[in-house]
């Protein structure tokens, strides 16, 4: 039986909770055992599994603080959504090899999640605009 919007809606939400929270493994929760995680640019390329997906969590979680999503529109399909958001936080680390320095920093998301029946996230597909990122990070 199809995922409503709502059940999507919730999902996603609990998922941006947990990473606003830097709650690795809440995040990894709301995958399933075998997800395909690509982050389109991330230089160790799409990986599948929670195990693989730790990795992006764990260096992003030290690179980003005190994110907070903000939902700009969400399009949905059977047991899909596409949603555009916007990131903003702080970035004391190397957010995307860039020296953070803790400035501020905001940027577009793209999510294209696809979910199971049992309303885990079998795929997570996102696409981050780093013009924006490389503008408000740029070298001294």
């Known amino acids: 039986m199809p995922l409503t919007p709502q059940q999507m809606d919730q999902k996603m939400d609990e ?23 690509d982050i389109v640019g991330w230089p160790l390329g799409p990986s599948r599994g929670r195990d693989e997906a730790r990795k992006f969590y764990e260096a992003t ?14 399009l949905y399909g ?6 555009e958001s916007i990131w903003a936080g702080r970035a004391p ?17 793209l999510h294209v999640v696809e979910f199971t029946d049992a309303e885990n996230i079998s ?16 070298p001294d």
């Open 15 to 37: 998922h941006f909770a947990f990473e606003s929270s830097d709650d690795v493994e809440g995040v990894l929760a709301t995958l399933t055992d075998d997800v395909e995680h």
């Open 61 to 74: 979680f030290r690179d980003l603080a005190d994110g907070s999503v903000r939902r700009v529109r969400r």
């Open 93 to 109: 680390g190397r957010p995307f090899g860039l020296e953070g320095r803790n400035r501020t920093l905001e940027f577009r998301l």
């Open 78 to 83: 059977q047991n899909f959504m596409v949603d």
């Open 123 to 138: 795929r997570e597909n996102v696409w981050i605009d780093l013009a924006s990122i490389m503008r408000q990070l740029p």
